[in-house]
């Protein structure tokens, strides 16, 4: 692979807030404004942001899963420190400056049931991939794991839990008809 391939994509954005959630487990879902982001990015990849004026180091977060129509795209972080103390008290409106996309992203598998595993910080790139491949004829099962609740409500899939000691899926996954 051309590992200098994604580098023409990247850009320095000024991104709003449109919606800022926290769940169970000092989890938050962000919404951020961006067509540029929401059309270039490839699953795997992350943005670096610029989490506040006080901390001049930028904290790199995956991207969970993106909506090229309205141009936004959405992240799912814990936080566990300083950075992500002060992003989670970042108010819809407000402007983040976002590098990104950065990284090599997957390429798609021509399998067609692919397993895509993650657990903790490695959730939002298996979710991004599940995203891209409902589209596709690929049928991918997820399998996610995580020390806290996930951030969704403890539905089960509609097509039926297939690890009965598993309590919870993703909602965002199952109304993408992907198995969790
Ligand atoms: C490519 C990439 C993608 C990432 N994607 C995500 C993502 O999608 N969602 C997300 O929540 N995080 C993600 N992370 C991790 C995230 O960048 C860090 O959690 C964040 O930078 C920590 O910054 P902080 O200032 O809050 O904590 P720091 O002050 O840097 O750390 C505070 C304390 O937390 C510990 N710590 C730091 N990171 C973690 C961690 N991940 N887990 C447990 N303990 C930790 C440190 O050892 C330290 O003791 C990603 C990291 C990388 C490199």
């Not at 670096?48 to 090229?68: E, F, G, K, Q």
């Not at 814990?78 to 103390?85: M, S």
């Not at 390429?107 to 910080?121: A, Q």
Request: glycine share 8%; proline share 8%; charged share 20%.
């Amino acid at each position: 692979m051309d590992n200098k391939a994604h580098r023409g994509s990247i850009q320095v954005l000024d991104c709003q807030i449109l919606a800022h959630y926290q769940f169970e487990g000092d989890q938050y879902i962000l919404t951020l404004d961006s067509p540029e982001i929401a059309k270039a990015t490839k699953p795997g990849q992350f943005v670096h942001i610029t989490v506040s004026d006080s901390l001049a180091m930028r904290r790199p977060i995956s991207i969970m899963s993106v909506d090229t129509d309205n141009g936004t795209f959405d992240l799912l972080y814990k936080v566990v420190g300083e950075g992500t103390r002060q992003l989670a008290e970042r108010k819809i409106g407000e402007v983040l400056s976002i590098i990104g996309p950065i990284g090599n992203g997957f390429e798609l598998t021509d399998k067609k049931l692919p397993l895509l595993i993650g657990g903790g910080v490695g959730m939002p790139p298996m979710i991004a991939i599940a995203q891209q491949m409902k589209d596709t004829n690929h049928d991918p099962f997820v399998i996610l794991g995580s020390e806290v609740p996930f951030p969704f409500t403890p539905e089960l899939s509609k097509i039926g839990n297939p690890c009965p000691n598993a309590s919870h899926t993703m909602p965002l996954l199952e109304e993408w008809n992907v198995a969790c």
